[in-house]
């Protein structure tokens, strides 16, 4: 018998959770692929190690960009991968799939995650929206009649929802996750210090002293880099302090978008948010202060889900198990 599979597919990771077994694959969204033969020449962690130090013939390419699928063959070819290295296929049943996409995406869209997957030897696909399955992996009963809140700030859109009733009620997607944040960190340093970094450094710098909100003493981290004057390499050191002034915009927009959610939300569900608290989910829950950010901008309490990470992917395992409870697509 096939094993019912969950997919978180990311913009910066995609992680798998089989039933019965937890999460099994998480690894970065980026394929290689040799630009003369066409040929995939790696996937997931060995093709994320080849991101900006490629020879002219090799292009490490992320098939997934803002949370929706760009290059169709290439995510297919990336699903295609992961699966076939799980071992997941019964002998004549194939797995049924559960993968989360973004809340504002086309149709259109949809159809491309559902066939991409179809094609990659799945049987029934499933779609859902990524913060209602983010909510349920970090804990939350989002099945009964009371509000919920949950902001999922991923690698390529950040999700803000309030659910009731196992549904939406208003929400909000955003493309400006953690994708962006790295963007403007190299920016910040290209502007301030005139040194160019790639996105493997900026990303660097994000997890290991990326704050948004600075109550403490600033942490420091040494960055090589290329001097923009002298075309040489250079270190330089980078505080924490300037990587929440590299921030600041899009912390700021992520915000606004979440009080526009709660703007929109009937007043009994802002009653029940207000004593259950907002949960952060994604990879941006890990950024130093972020509750502390939107606790004071929102008014209400916030908490960080235990496993920000896997909460996706955690929750698909929970709703393959009550499929026949949740919406079919």
Do not use: W
């Amino acid at each position: 018998m096939a094993k019912d599979i969950g997919i978180d597919l990311g913009t910066a990771n995609v992680l798998i959770h089989v039933q019965g077994k937890g999460i099994v694959l998480n690894e970065p969204s980026v394929v290689a692929i040799d630009t003369k033969t066409g040929k995939v020449l790696a996937v997931g962690s060995d093709a994320y190690k080849m991101v900006g130090r490629t020879p002219g013939n090799i292009r490490a390419i992320r098939p997934m960009k803002d949370g929706v699928i760009a290059d169709f063959d290439i995510t297919e070819a990336m699903l295609s991968y992961f699966i076939n290295k799980l071992n997941v296929k019964g002998i004549l049943s194939k797995p049924n799939i559960l993968i989360c996409c973004p809340t504002n995406i086309t149709s259109i869209e949809q159809k491309a995650i559902i066939e991409a997957a179809e094609k990659s030897g799945s049987g029934k696909v499933y779609l859902e929206e990524e913060p209602k399955v983010a909510a349920v992996g970090a804990g939350m009963d989002i099945f009964q009649p009371q509000g919920n809140m949950v902001i999922d700030i991923g690698g390529g859109t950040s999700d803000i929802a309030v659910l009731s009733m196992g549904d939406i009620v208003t929400s909000r997607s955003l493309r400006l996750a953690g994708d962006k944040m790295d963007s403007e960190i190299s920016s910040f340093v290209k502007n301030e210090h005139n040194l160019l970094i790639g996105e493997h450094t900026a990303e660097k710098i994000k997890i290991e002293i990326g704050e948004v909100y600075g109550k403490d003493e600033a942490k420091s981290l040494d960055v090589r880099g290329r001097d923009m004057v002298t075309g040489l390499p250079r270190t330089i050191t980078i505080t924490s302090k300037e990587v929440e002034n590299a921030l600041h915009d899009t912390m700021m927009q992520i915000v606004q978008a979440a009080k526009d959610v709660l703007n929109q939300t009937p007043p009994e569900l802002s009653a029940d948010i207000i004593d259950r608290g907002v949960m952060l989910t994604g990879g941006g829950a890990l950024l130093h202060g972020i509750d502390q950010l939107f606790s004071d901008n929102l008014k209400v309490p916030v908490i960080v889900a235990e496993r920000p990470l896997d909460a996706v992917a955690l929750g698909t395992g929970v709703l393959l198990d009550n499929i026949n409870k949740s919406k079919r697509r």
